[in-house]
């Protein structure tokens, strides 16, 4: 049915939840692949250095860790796994990401460990349903 899932990570555990979900599918449908995204935002050019780059170790790390937490849970998929890490909005990135590779189906979690701020503008979730051009399933 989906050739081309796209999972959104951000290290949350609903997050997990959607790895296991994508992974089941994976394991149903046999998709040609499964592309696992992590995007965090940009990093303030007004740190400066040494600081700018403190951050952007920080946040690659970060970001390394959070993607084999998410590979570990898809283990042994019957298709290809690609993964990519992402510097921008993660809504914008993850509809981006979807739209250049031509994913089918974007799987992420309902709830990430987004700021104070994204819980009075809309979360990251509530984004990407609102403007993604394919279905999205939303695990809790």
Known sequence: MFDRILLAVDGSDHALHAA????NMARGMKPKELRIVVAY??????????NMQF?????????????AAAIKEVEAV??????????????EA?????????????????????RLAELLLGSTSQKVVAHA????????
């Open 20 to 23: 296991r979900m994508a992974a």
């Open 78 to 91: 019957p298709c290809e796994i690609h993964t990519e890490l992402i510097e921008g909005s993660p809504a």
């Open 133 to 140: 051009h394919c279905p999205v399933l939303i695990v809790r």
């Open 41 to 50: 935002d940009t990093i303030p050019a007004y740190l400066g250095e040494p």
């Open 94 to 114: 993850i509809i981006k990401v979807a739209e250049t590779r031509n994913s089918e189906i974007i799987i992420m979690g309902s709830r990430g460990l987004g």
């Open 55 to 67: 951050a952007i170790d920080s946040r690659k790390k970060e970001a390394d860790e959070i993607l």
